[in-house]
């Protein structure tokens, strides 16, 4: 079972930047890896996504405020988030997949235990 541990969360005030990082246990083979978050009351969706050979997927919200990217040899995966609103107040969690594309449309079987990020207005 691959571990995965979310760092970065914070309380930040709109138009501010955070960065998330995820690291995965020693020895781990990832293939996609991805960002999802969860605000209160709704479901978890799909933020961002990348595969080992670096290719990326966010989705439309997020799509020119937020990077995603990966470093193999350290296996972690981080989330930039630039020009942060309200709306993207949420617990994000960190995911692996055993698929390595179409990263927007396939399971992610492996979860990190999440990061709070609070954006106030």
């Known amino acids: 079972q691959v571990q995965l541990v979310e760092s970065g969360g914070g309380l930040v005030q709109a138009g501010d930047s955070l960065r998330l990082s995820c690291a995965a246990s020693?020895?781990?083979?990832?293939?996609?890896m991805g960002w999802f978050r969860q605000a209160p009351g709704k479901e978890r969706e799909f933020v961002a996504a990348?595969?080992?050979?670096?290719?990326?997927y966010y989705a439309d919200s997020v799509k020119g405020r937020f990077t995603i990217s990966r470093d193999n040899n350290k296996i972690t995966v981080d989330l930039q988030m630039n020009s942060l609103k309200p709306v993207d107040t949420a617990v994000y969690y960190c995911?692996?997949?055993?698929?390595?594309?179409?990263?927007?449309?396939?399971?992610?079987?492996?979860w990190g235990q999440g990061t709070q990020v609070t954006v106030s207005s």
């Open positions: 995911a692996s997949s055993k698929w390595n594309n179409n990263l927007r449309a396939v399971p992610f079987d492996n």
């Open positions: 020693q020895g781990t083979f990832l293939y996609g």
């Open positions: 990348i595969t080992r050979a670096g290719t990326t």
